[in-house]
């Protein structure tokens, strides 16, 4: 193990845009306008309104743990700690896989977004995908602050986009700008507010759910955040009102400019000439709309891809602290404090998956679509573990006022409403490939959780482990 720690130099503005642009993808700026042709405005209004309820509490109970417990592997470390070490095992390597595949393909497809451009072709798809790799590799090899700087600013270019957006939508709808003023009828036409039934609800309330992933990394900053007490708590909650603010502000700014039934929403393409951003720029008289939101996106690819390098290497390091893991990458560098050999090896890895995608990228996408739903685990552990350590301060006699800096709101009955909705997404994602008889959609939804078990069973049978003892944890606050 290191005698070295790593240093804690993020800064609560830092935290709190990692949680706010770790919740806002592409998918935002490019299917938005597919959400609200499936279920009319009302039912994605609806459906972003419950995830986010469900993102408040998730993140509450988040906030609870990593405030109390800044450790670097987050949920991993407080299922280790907390509830089981072969859980803890799991959980750590199936996000590192999770991880690693999401920030390959980011880094795959910033090549193709930014061919948009003419003058991008004097590179090759693949030469543009390694100079994006090599670029954060760079902010991942120095200091952790670099890391936050550029996650922060990354993060802000995507949250300015959306508040101009939202602001000009609504001087666009209030005829202040475009020449022409919208209602509400579009909320009101044909069968709007609510479109395609049950069904069509359920398959938007499945997209917004798994839309939101990627908000848990923030736990991830508490081992490198200056004041985790202080930051996480408000960064936790700040996620909740600017996440309703940007998704269902962009979708109300939509759904008044563009009725549900123009088929420039389906946008099947993915193009970014038919995003639902563009489109209204466009009407606004704003010439250059394709390019504002192509930049936009590409800084969305870069700094996901960027967010997930972090977060994997940190995931090595905690793993390799548990003994879950070769201890190498526990190693930390004198000069940057940073775990040095974890974000070398991730990045080898990162790179070898990058030139075999530009050449079997349906391979990768298989793969990563297979263990994409898998953050419903990754989610719901963050709530056992809050459960788990609430009984043990209890059993053990133990002030919860000084045990707990940061008490999440709505317990436990808010928490209560983060499961129920973990299971309606997990039993819907696997309902849809049911009612459409989809045979291999049932395996493919069967077979992540099949793997996870038999790993599980596996570690723990080599390593003899058990259930966390709540009697007899360790409550106390070091990391």
Known sequence: MSNLKMERSLKTRHVSMIAIGGAIGTGLFVATGGVI???????????????GIMLYFLMNAVGELSSAYPLSGAFSAFATRFIHPSFGFVLGWLYIAICILVA???????????????????????????????????????????????????????????????????????GILGGHTYGIENFTYKEA???????????????????????????????????????MPKAVNQVFWRILLFYIGSIIVISAILPYTDPLLLNESGSVLQSPFTIVFNRIGISFAASVINAVILTSLLSAANSMLYTTSRLFYSLAENGQAPKVLAKINKKTRAPLVSVIVTCVVILGIVVFANYKDSAVLYIL???????????????????????????????IDEILPYKAKGYPYGQYVVIAILLFLFIGSGAVNIIDYNPRGIVNHILPYGILIVVFLIHKWITKSKLVDLNTVDLSQKD
Request: hydrophobic content about 60%; overall charge negative; glycine content about 10%.
């Open 37 to 51: 042709s499936q279920a009319g405005p009302g039912g994605a209004i609806l459906a972003y309104v419950i995830i």
């Open 193 to 231: 507010p609510f479109v395609g039934g049950i069904s069509g609800f359920v398959g938007v309330l499945l997209i917004a759910g798994f839309s939101v992933g990627g908000t848990e990394q923030v736990a991830i900053t508490a081992g490198e955040s200056e004041d985790p007490a202080k930051s």
């Open 104 to 174: 390959s393909v980011d880094i795959v497809v910033t090549a193709n977004v930014i061919s948009f451009w003419e003058w991008s072709r004097f590179l090759t798809p693949l030469e543009w995908s390694i100079t994006f790799f090599i670029l954060i590799f760079l902010l991942n090899m120095f200091t952790v602050r670099a890391y936050g700087e550029a996650e922060y600013w990354l993060s802000f270019i995507k949250v300015f986009m959306i508040i101009v957006f939202v602001i000009l939508g609504i001087l666009m709808i209030f």
């Open 369 to 399: 679509n297979l263990l994409g739903a898998l953050v419903l685990i990754i989610w719901f552990s963050n709530i056992w573990a809050m459960f788990r350590v609430r009984k043990a301060i209890k059993l053990q006699g133990e002030n």
